[in-house]
């Protein structure tokens, strides 16, 4: 089993910085993918950004230049920095650890961004 804890979430006016982060424990494996989603009030869960074990990072277009994830495999964290906030981006967003097809999600962190 492996818990996800997030941390970071809140209330910020557009244009505002906000910094997420999700900590990750348990059976941790070396061979790992970690990642956001989120998901917004009527909305499915959507794909933000992922980061494998190496570094490889994939980003939704939406997000692209403006959100940046970063990972500390000593530490088994992942962070999700987002600047140039919009409205559209007010949603939940939860932290992914996936492990050879089984993923684990943290419990969710609110971002709400007023216009």
């Known amino acids: 089993q492996v818990q996800l804890v997030e941390s970071g979430g809140g209330l910020v006016q557009a244009g505002g910085s906000l910094r997420l982060s999700c900590a990750a424990s348990g059976s941790i494996s070396t061979i790992n993918v970690m990642g956001w989603y989120r998901q917004a009030p009527g909305k499915q869960r959507e794909l933000v950004a992922t980061?494998?074990?190496?570094?490889?990072?994939n980003y939704a277009d939406s997000v692209k230049g403006r959100f940046a994830i970063s990972r500390d495999n000593a530490k088994n964290t992942v962070d999700l920095q987002m600047n140039s906030l919009k409205p559209e981006d007010t949603a939940v967003y939860y932290c992914?650890?996936?492990?050879?097809?089984?993923?684990?999600w943290g419990q969710g962190t609110q971002v709400t961004v007023s216009s």
């Open positions: 980061i494998t074990y190496g570094g490889r990072t």
């Open positions: 992914l650890y996936n492990r050879g097809g089984m993923s684990y």
